[in-house]
């Protein structure tokens, strides 16, 4: 059984006109299948693609100058797509940015928020998100992952007392700190792009100055972003706890993802004096892509909050 969001379908890459491609910055591993292709292609494509790999333990291409993929062109293209076609990507390349959780009775895919397309494709979404293929199931932990979804989407409250009545399904809470302590726990943690940690610390040293009931007023009507936001991380990170406990951990960490993506859009307005579509974008992307994609720093946080 296969389980997806209304909108999954819909996701376009953007290729050349994306501002923060995928293939810059991050290591791609290529599975066992395609290199033994890659390993065949003969000529002189076929040289250049064995030169820009490493054979590890865990073989992947080489990095070239800026952290570029080296089949990245200088228009931003894939020089693989071009010379072999789409369907010689390896299985990393063809998926991203999708997802697929693997649990006991189906497979639960979705879209990424690191890919800045998908992000726009995830909160633009005014009608509330529905799963397409989600049929009955015994498992408790499904069947409360659902129920928390319809507490979000609950649009006769307000998103505080959404993330309330989530918390409260799941019988856990969230221990209130300071913006500048939940600063400092993200500032220690493993960091991918210095924009992050200036932003971070820019919220820790202005957080006291935000006019937030200004902020309020300019994302009036904007609400379904954040209840996007909250469903996106609640889909994606709930359904594979191994138990009840670790359900509870992925609740808090997705209210504080909301407290935190609350305080850097207030941060945004302050410092632009607007906060637009585009900028919800960016952050949501960035905070995927220091936080959901970094393995260590996501189970820190399910550990510590
Ligand atoms: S980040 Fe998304 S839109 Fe950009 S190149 Fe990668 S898949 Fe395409």
Redesign the pocket.
């Known amino acids: 059984m296969n389980i997806y969001p209304n909108y999954y379908k819909e996701f376009k890459?953007?290729?050349g006109k994306?501002k923060?491609?995928?293939?810059i910055g991050w290591e791609i591993d290529i599975d066992e299948d395609t290199l033994g292709f890659y390993n065949c292609v003969e000529g002189e494509f076929g040289k250049t693609l064995k030169d820009n790999i490493n054979y590890c333990d865990i073989p992947h291409f080489k990095l070239g100058k800026n952290e570029r993929c080296p089949f990245l062109n200088e228009n931003n293209l894939c020089e693989i797509i071009i010379n072999l076609g789409e369907d010689a990507l390896c299985d990393i390349c063809t998926q991203?940015?999708r997802f697929h959780n693997e649990l006991p009775d189906r497979v639960e895919s979705g879209l990424g928020l690191c890919?800045?397309?998908?992000a726009r494709l995830i909160l633009s979404q005014r009608e509330k998100t529905t799963l397409v293929g989600n049929s009955n199931t015994n498992d408790k932990i499904i069947l409360l992952r659902d129920k928390v979804i319809d507490a979000l989407q609950n649009r006769t409250k307000g998103i505080n007392k959404r993330i309330d009545d989530m918390l409260s399904l799941c019988k856990t809470s969230l221990v209130e700190r300071p913006i500048k302590s939940y600063c400092d726990l993200l500032i220690s943690l493993e960091t991918l792009d210095e924009k992050w940690e200036e932003l971070l610390l820019s919220l820790k040293e202005k957080a006291s100055n935000i006019d937030y009931a200004s902020f309020e007023s300019h994302i009036s009507g904007r609400e379904f972003e954040y209840e996007q936001f909250l469903v996106y991380l609640i889909y994606r990170h709930f359904a594979n706890s191994p138990n009840l406990e670790e359900a509870q951990k992925r609740a808090r960490f997705t209210a504080f993802s909301y407290t935190l993506l609350y305080y850097l859009g207030a941060l945004t307005y302050h410092t632009k004096g607007e906060f637009n579509f585009e900028d919800q974008v960016e952050l949501t992307r960035l905070f995927s892509s220091e936080i959901e994609y970094s393995d260590e720093n996501l189970y820190t946080l399910f550990d510590v909050l």
Do not use: G, V
């Open positions: 890459c953007i290729a994306c923060h491609n995928c293939c991203h940015p890919c800045e397309e998908a």
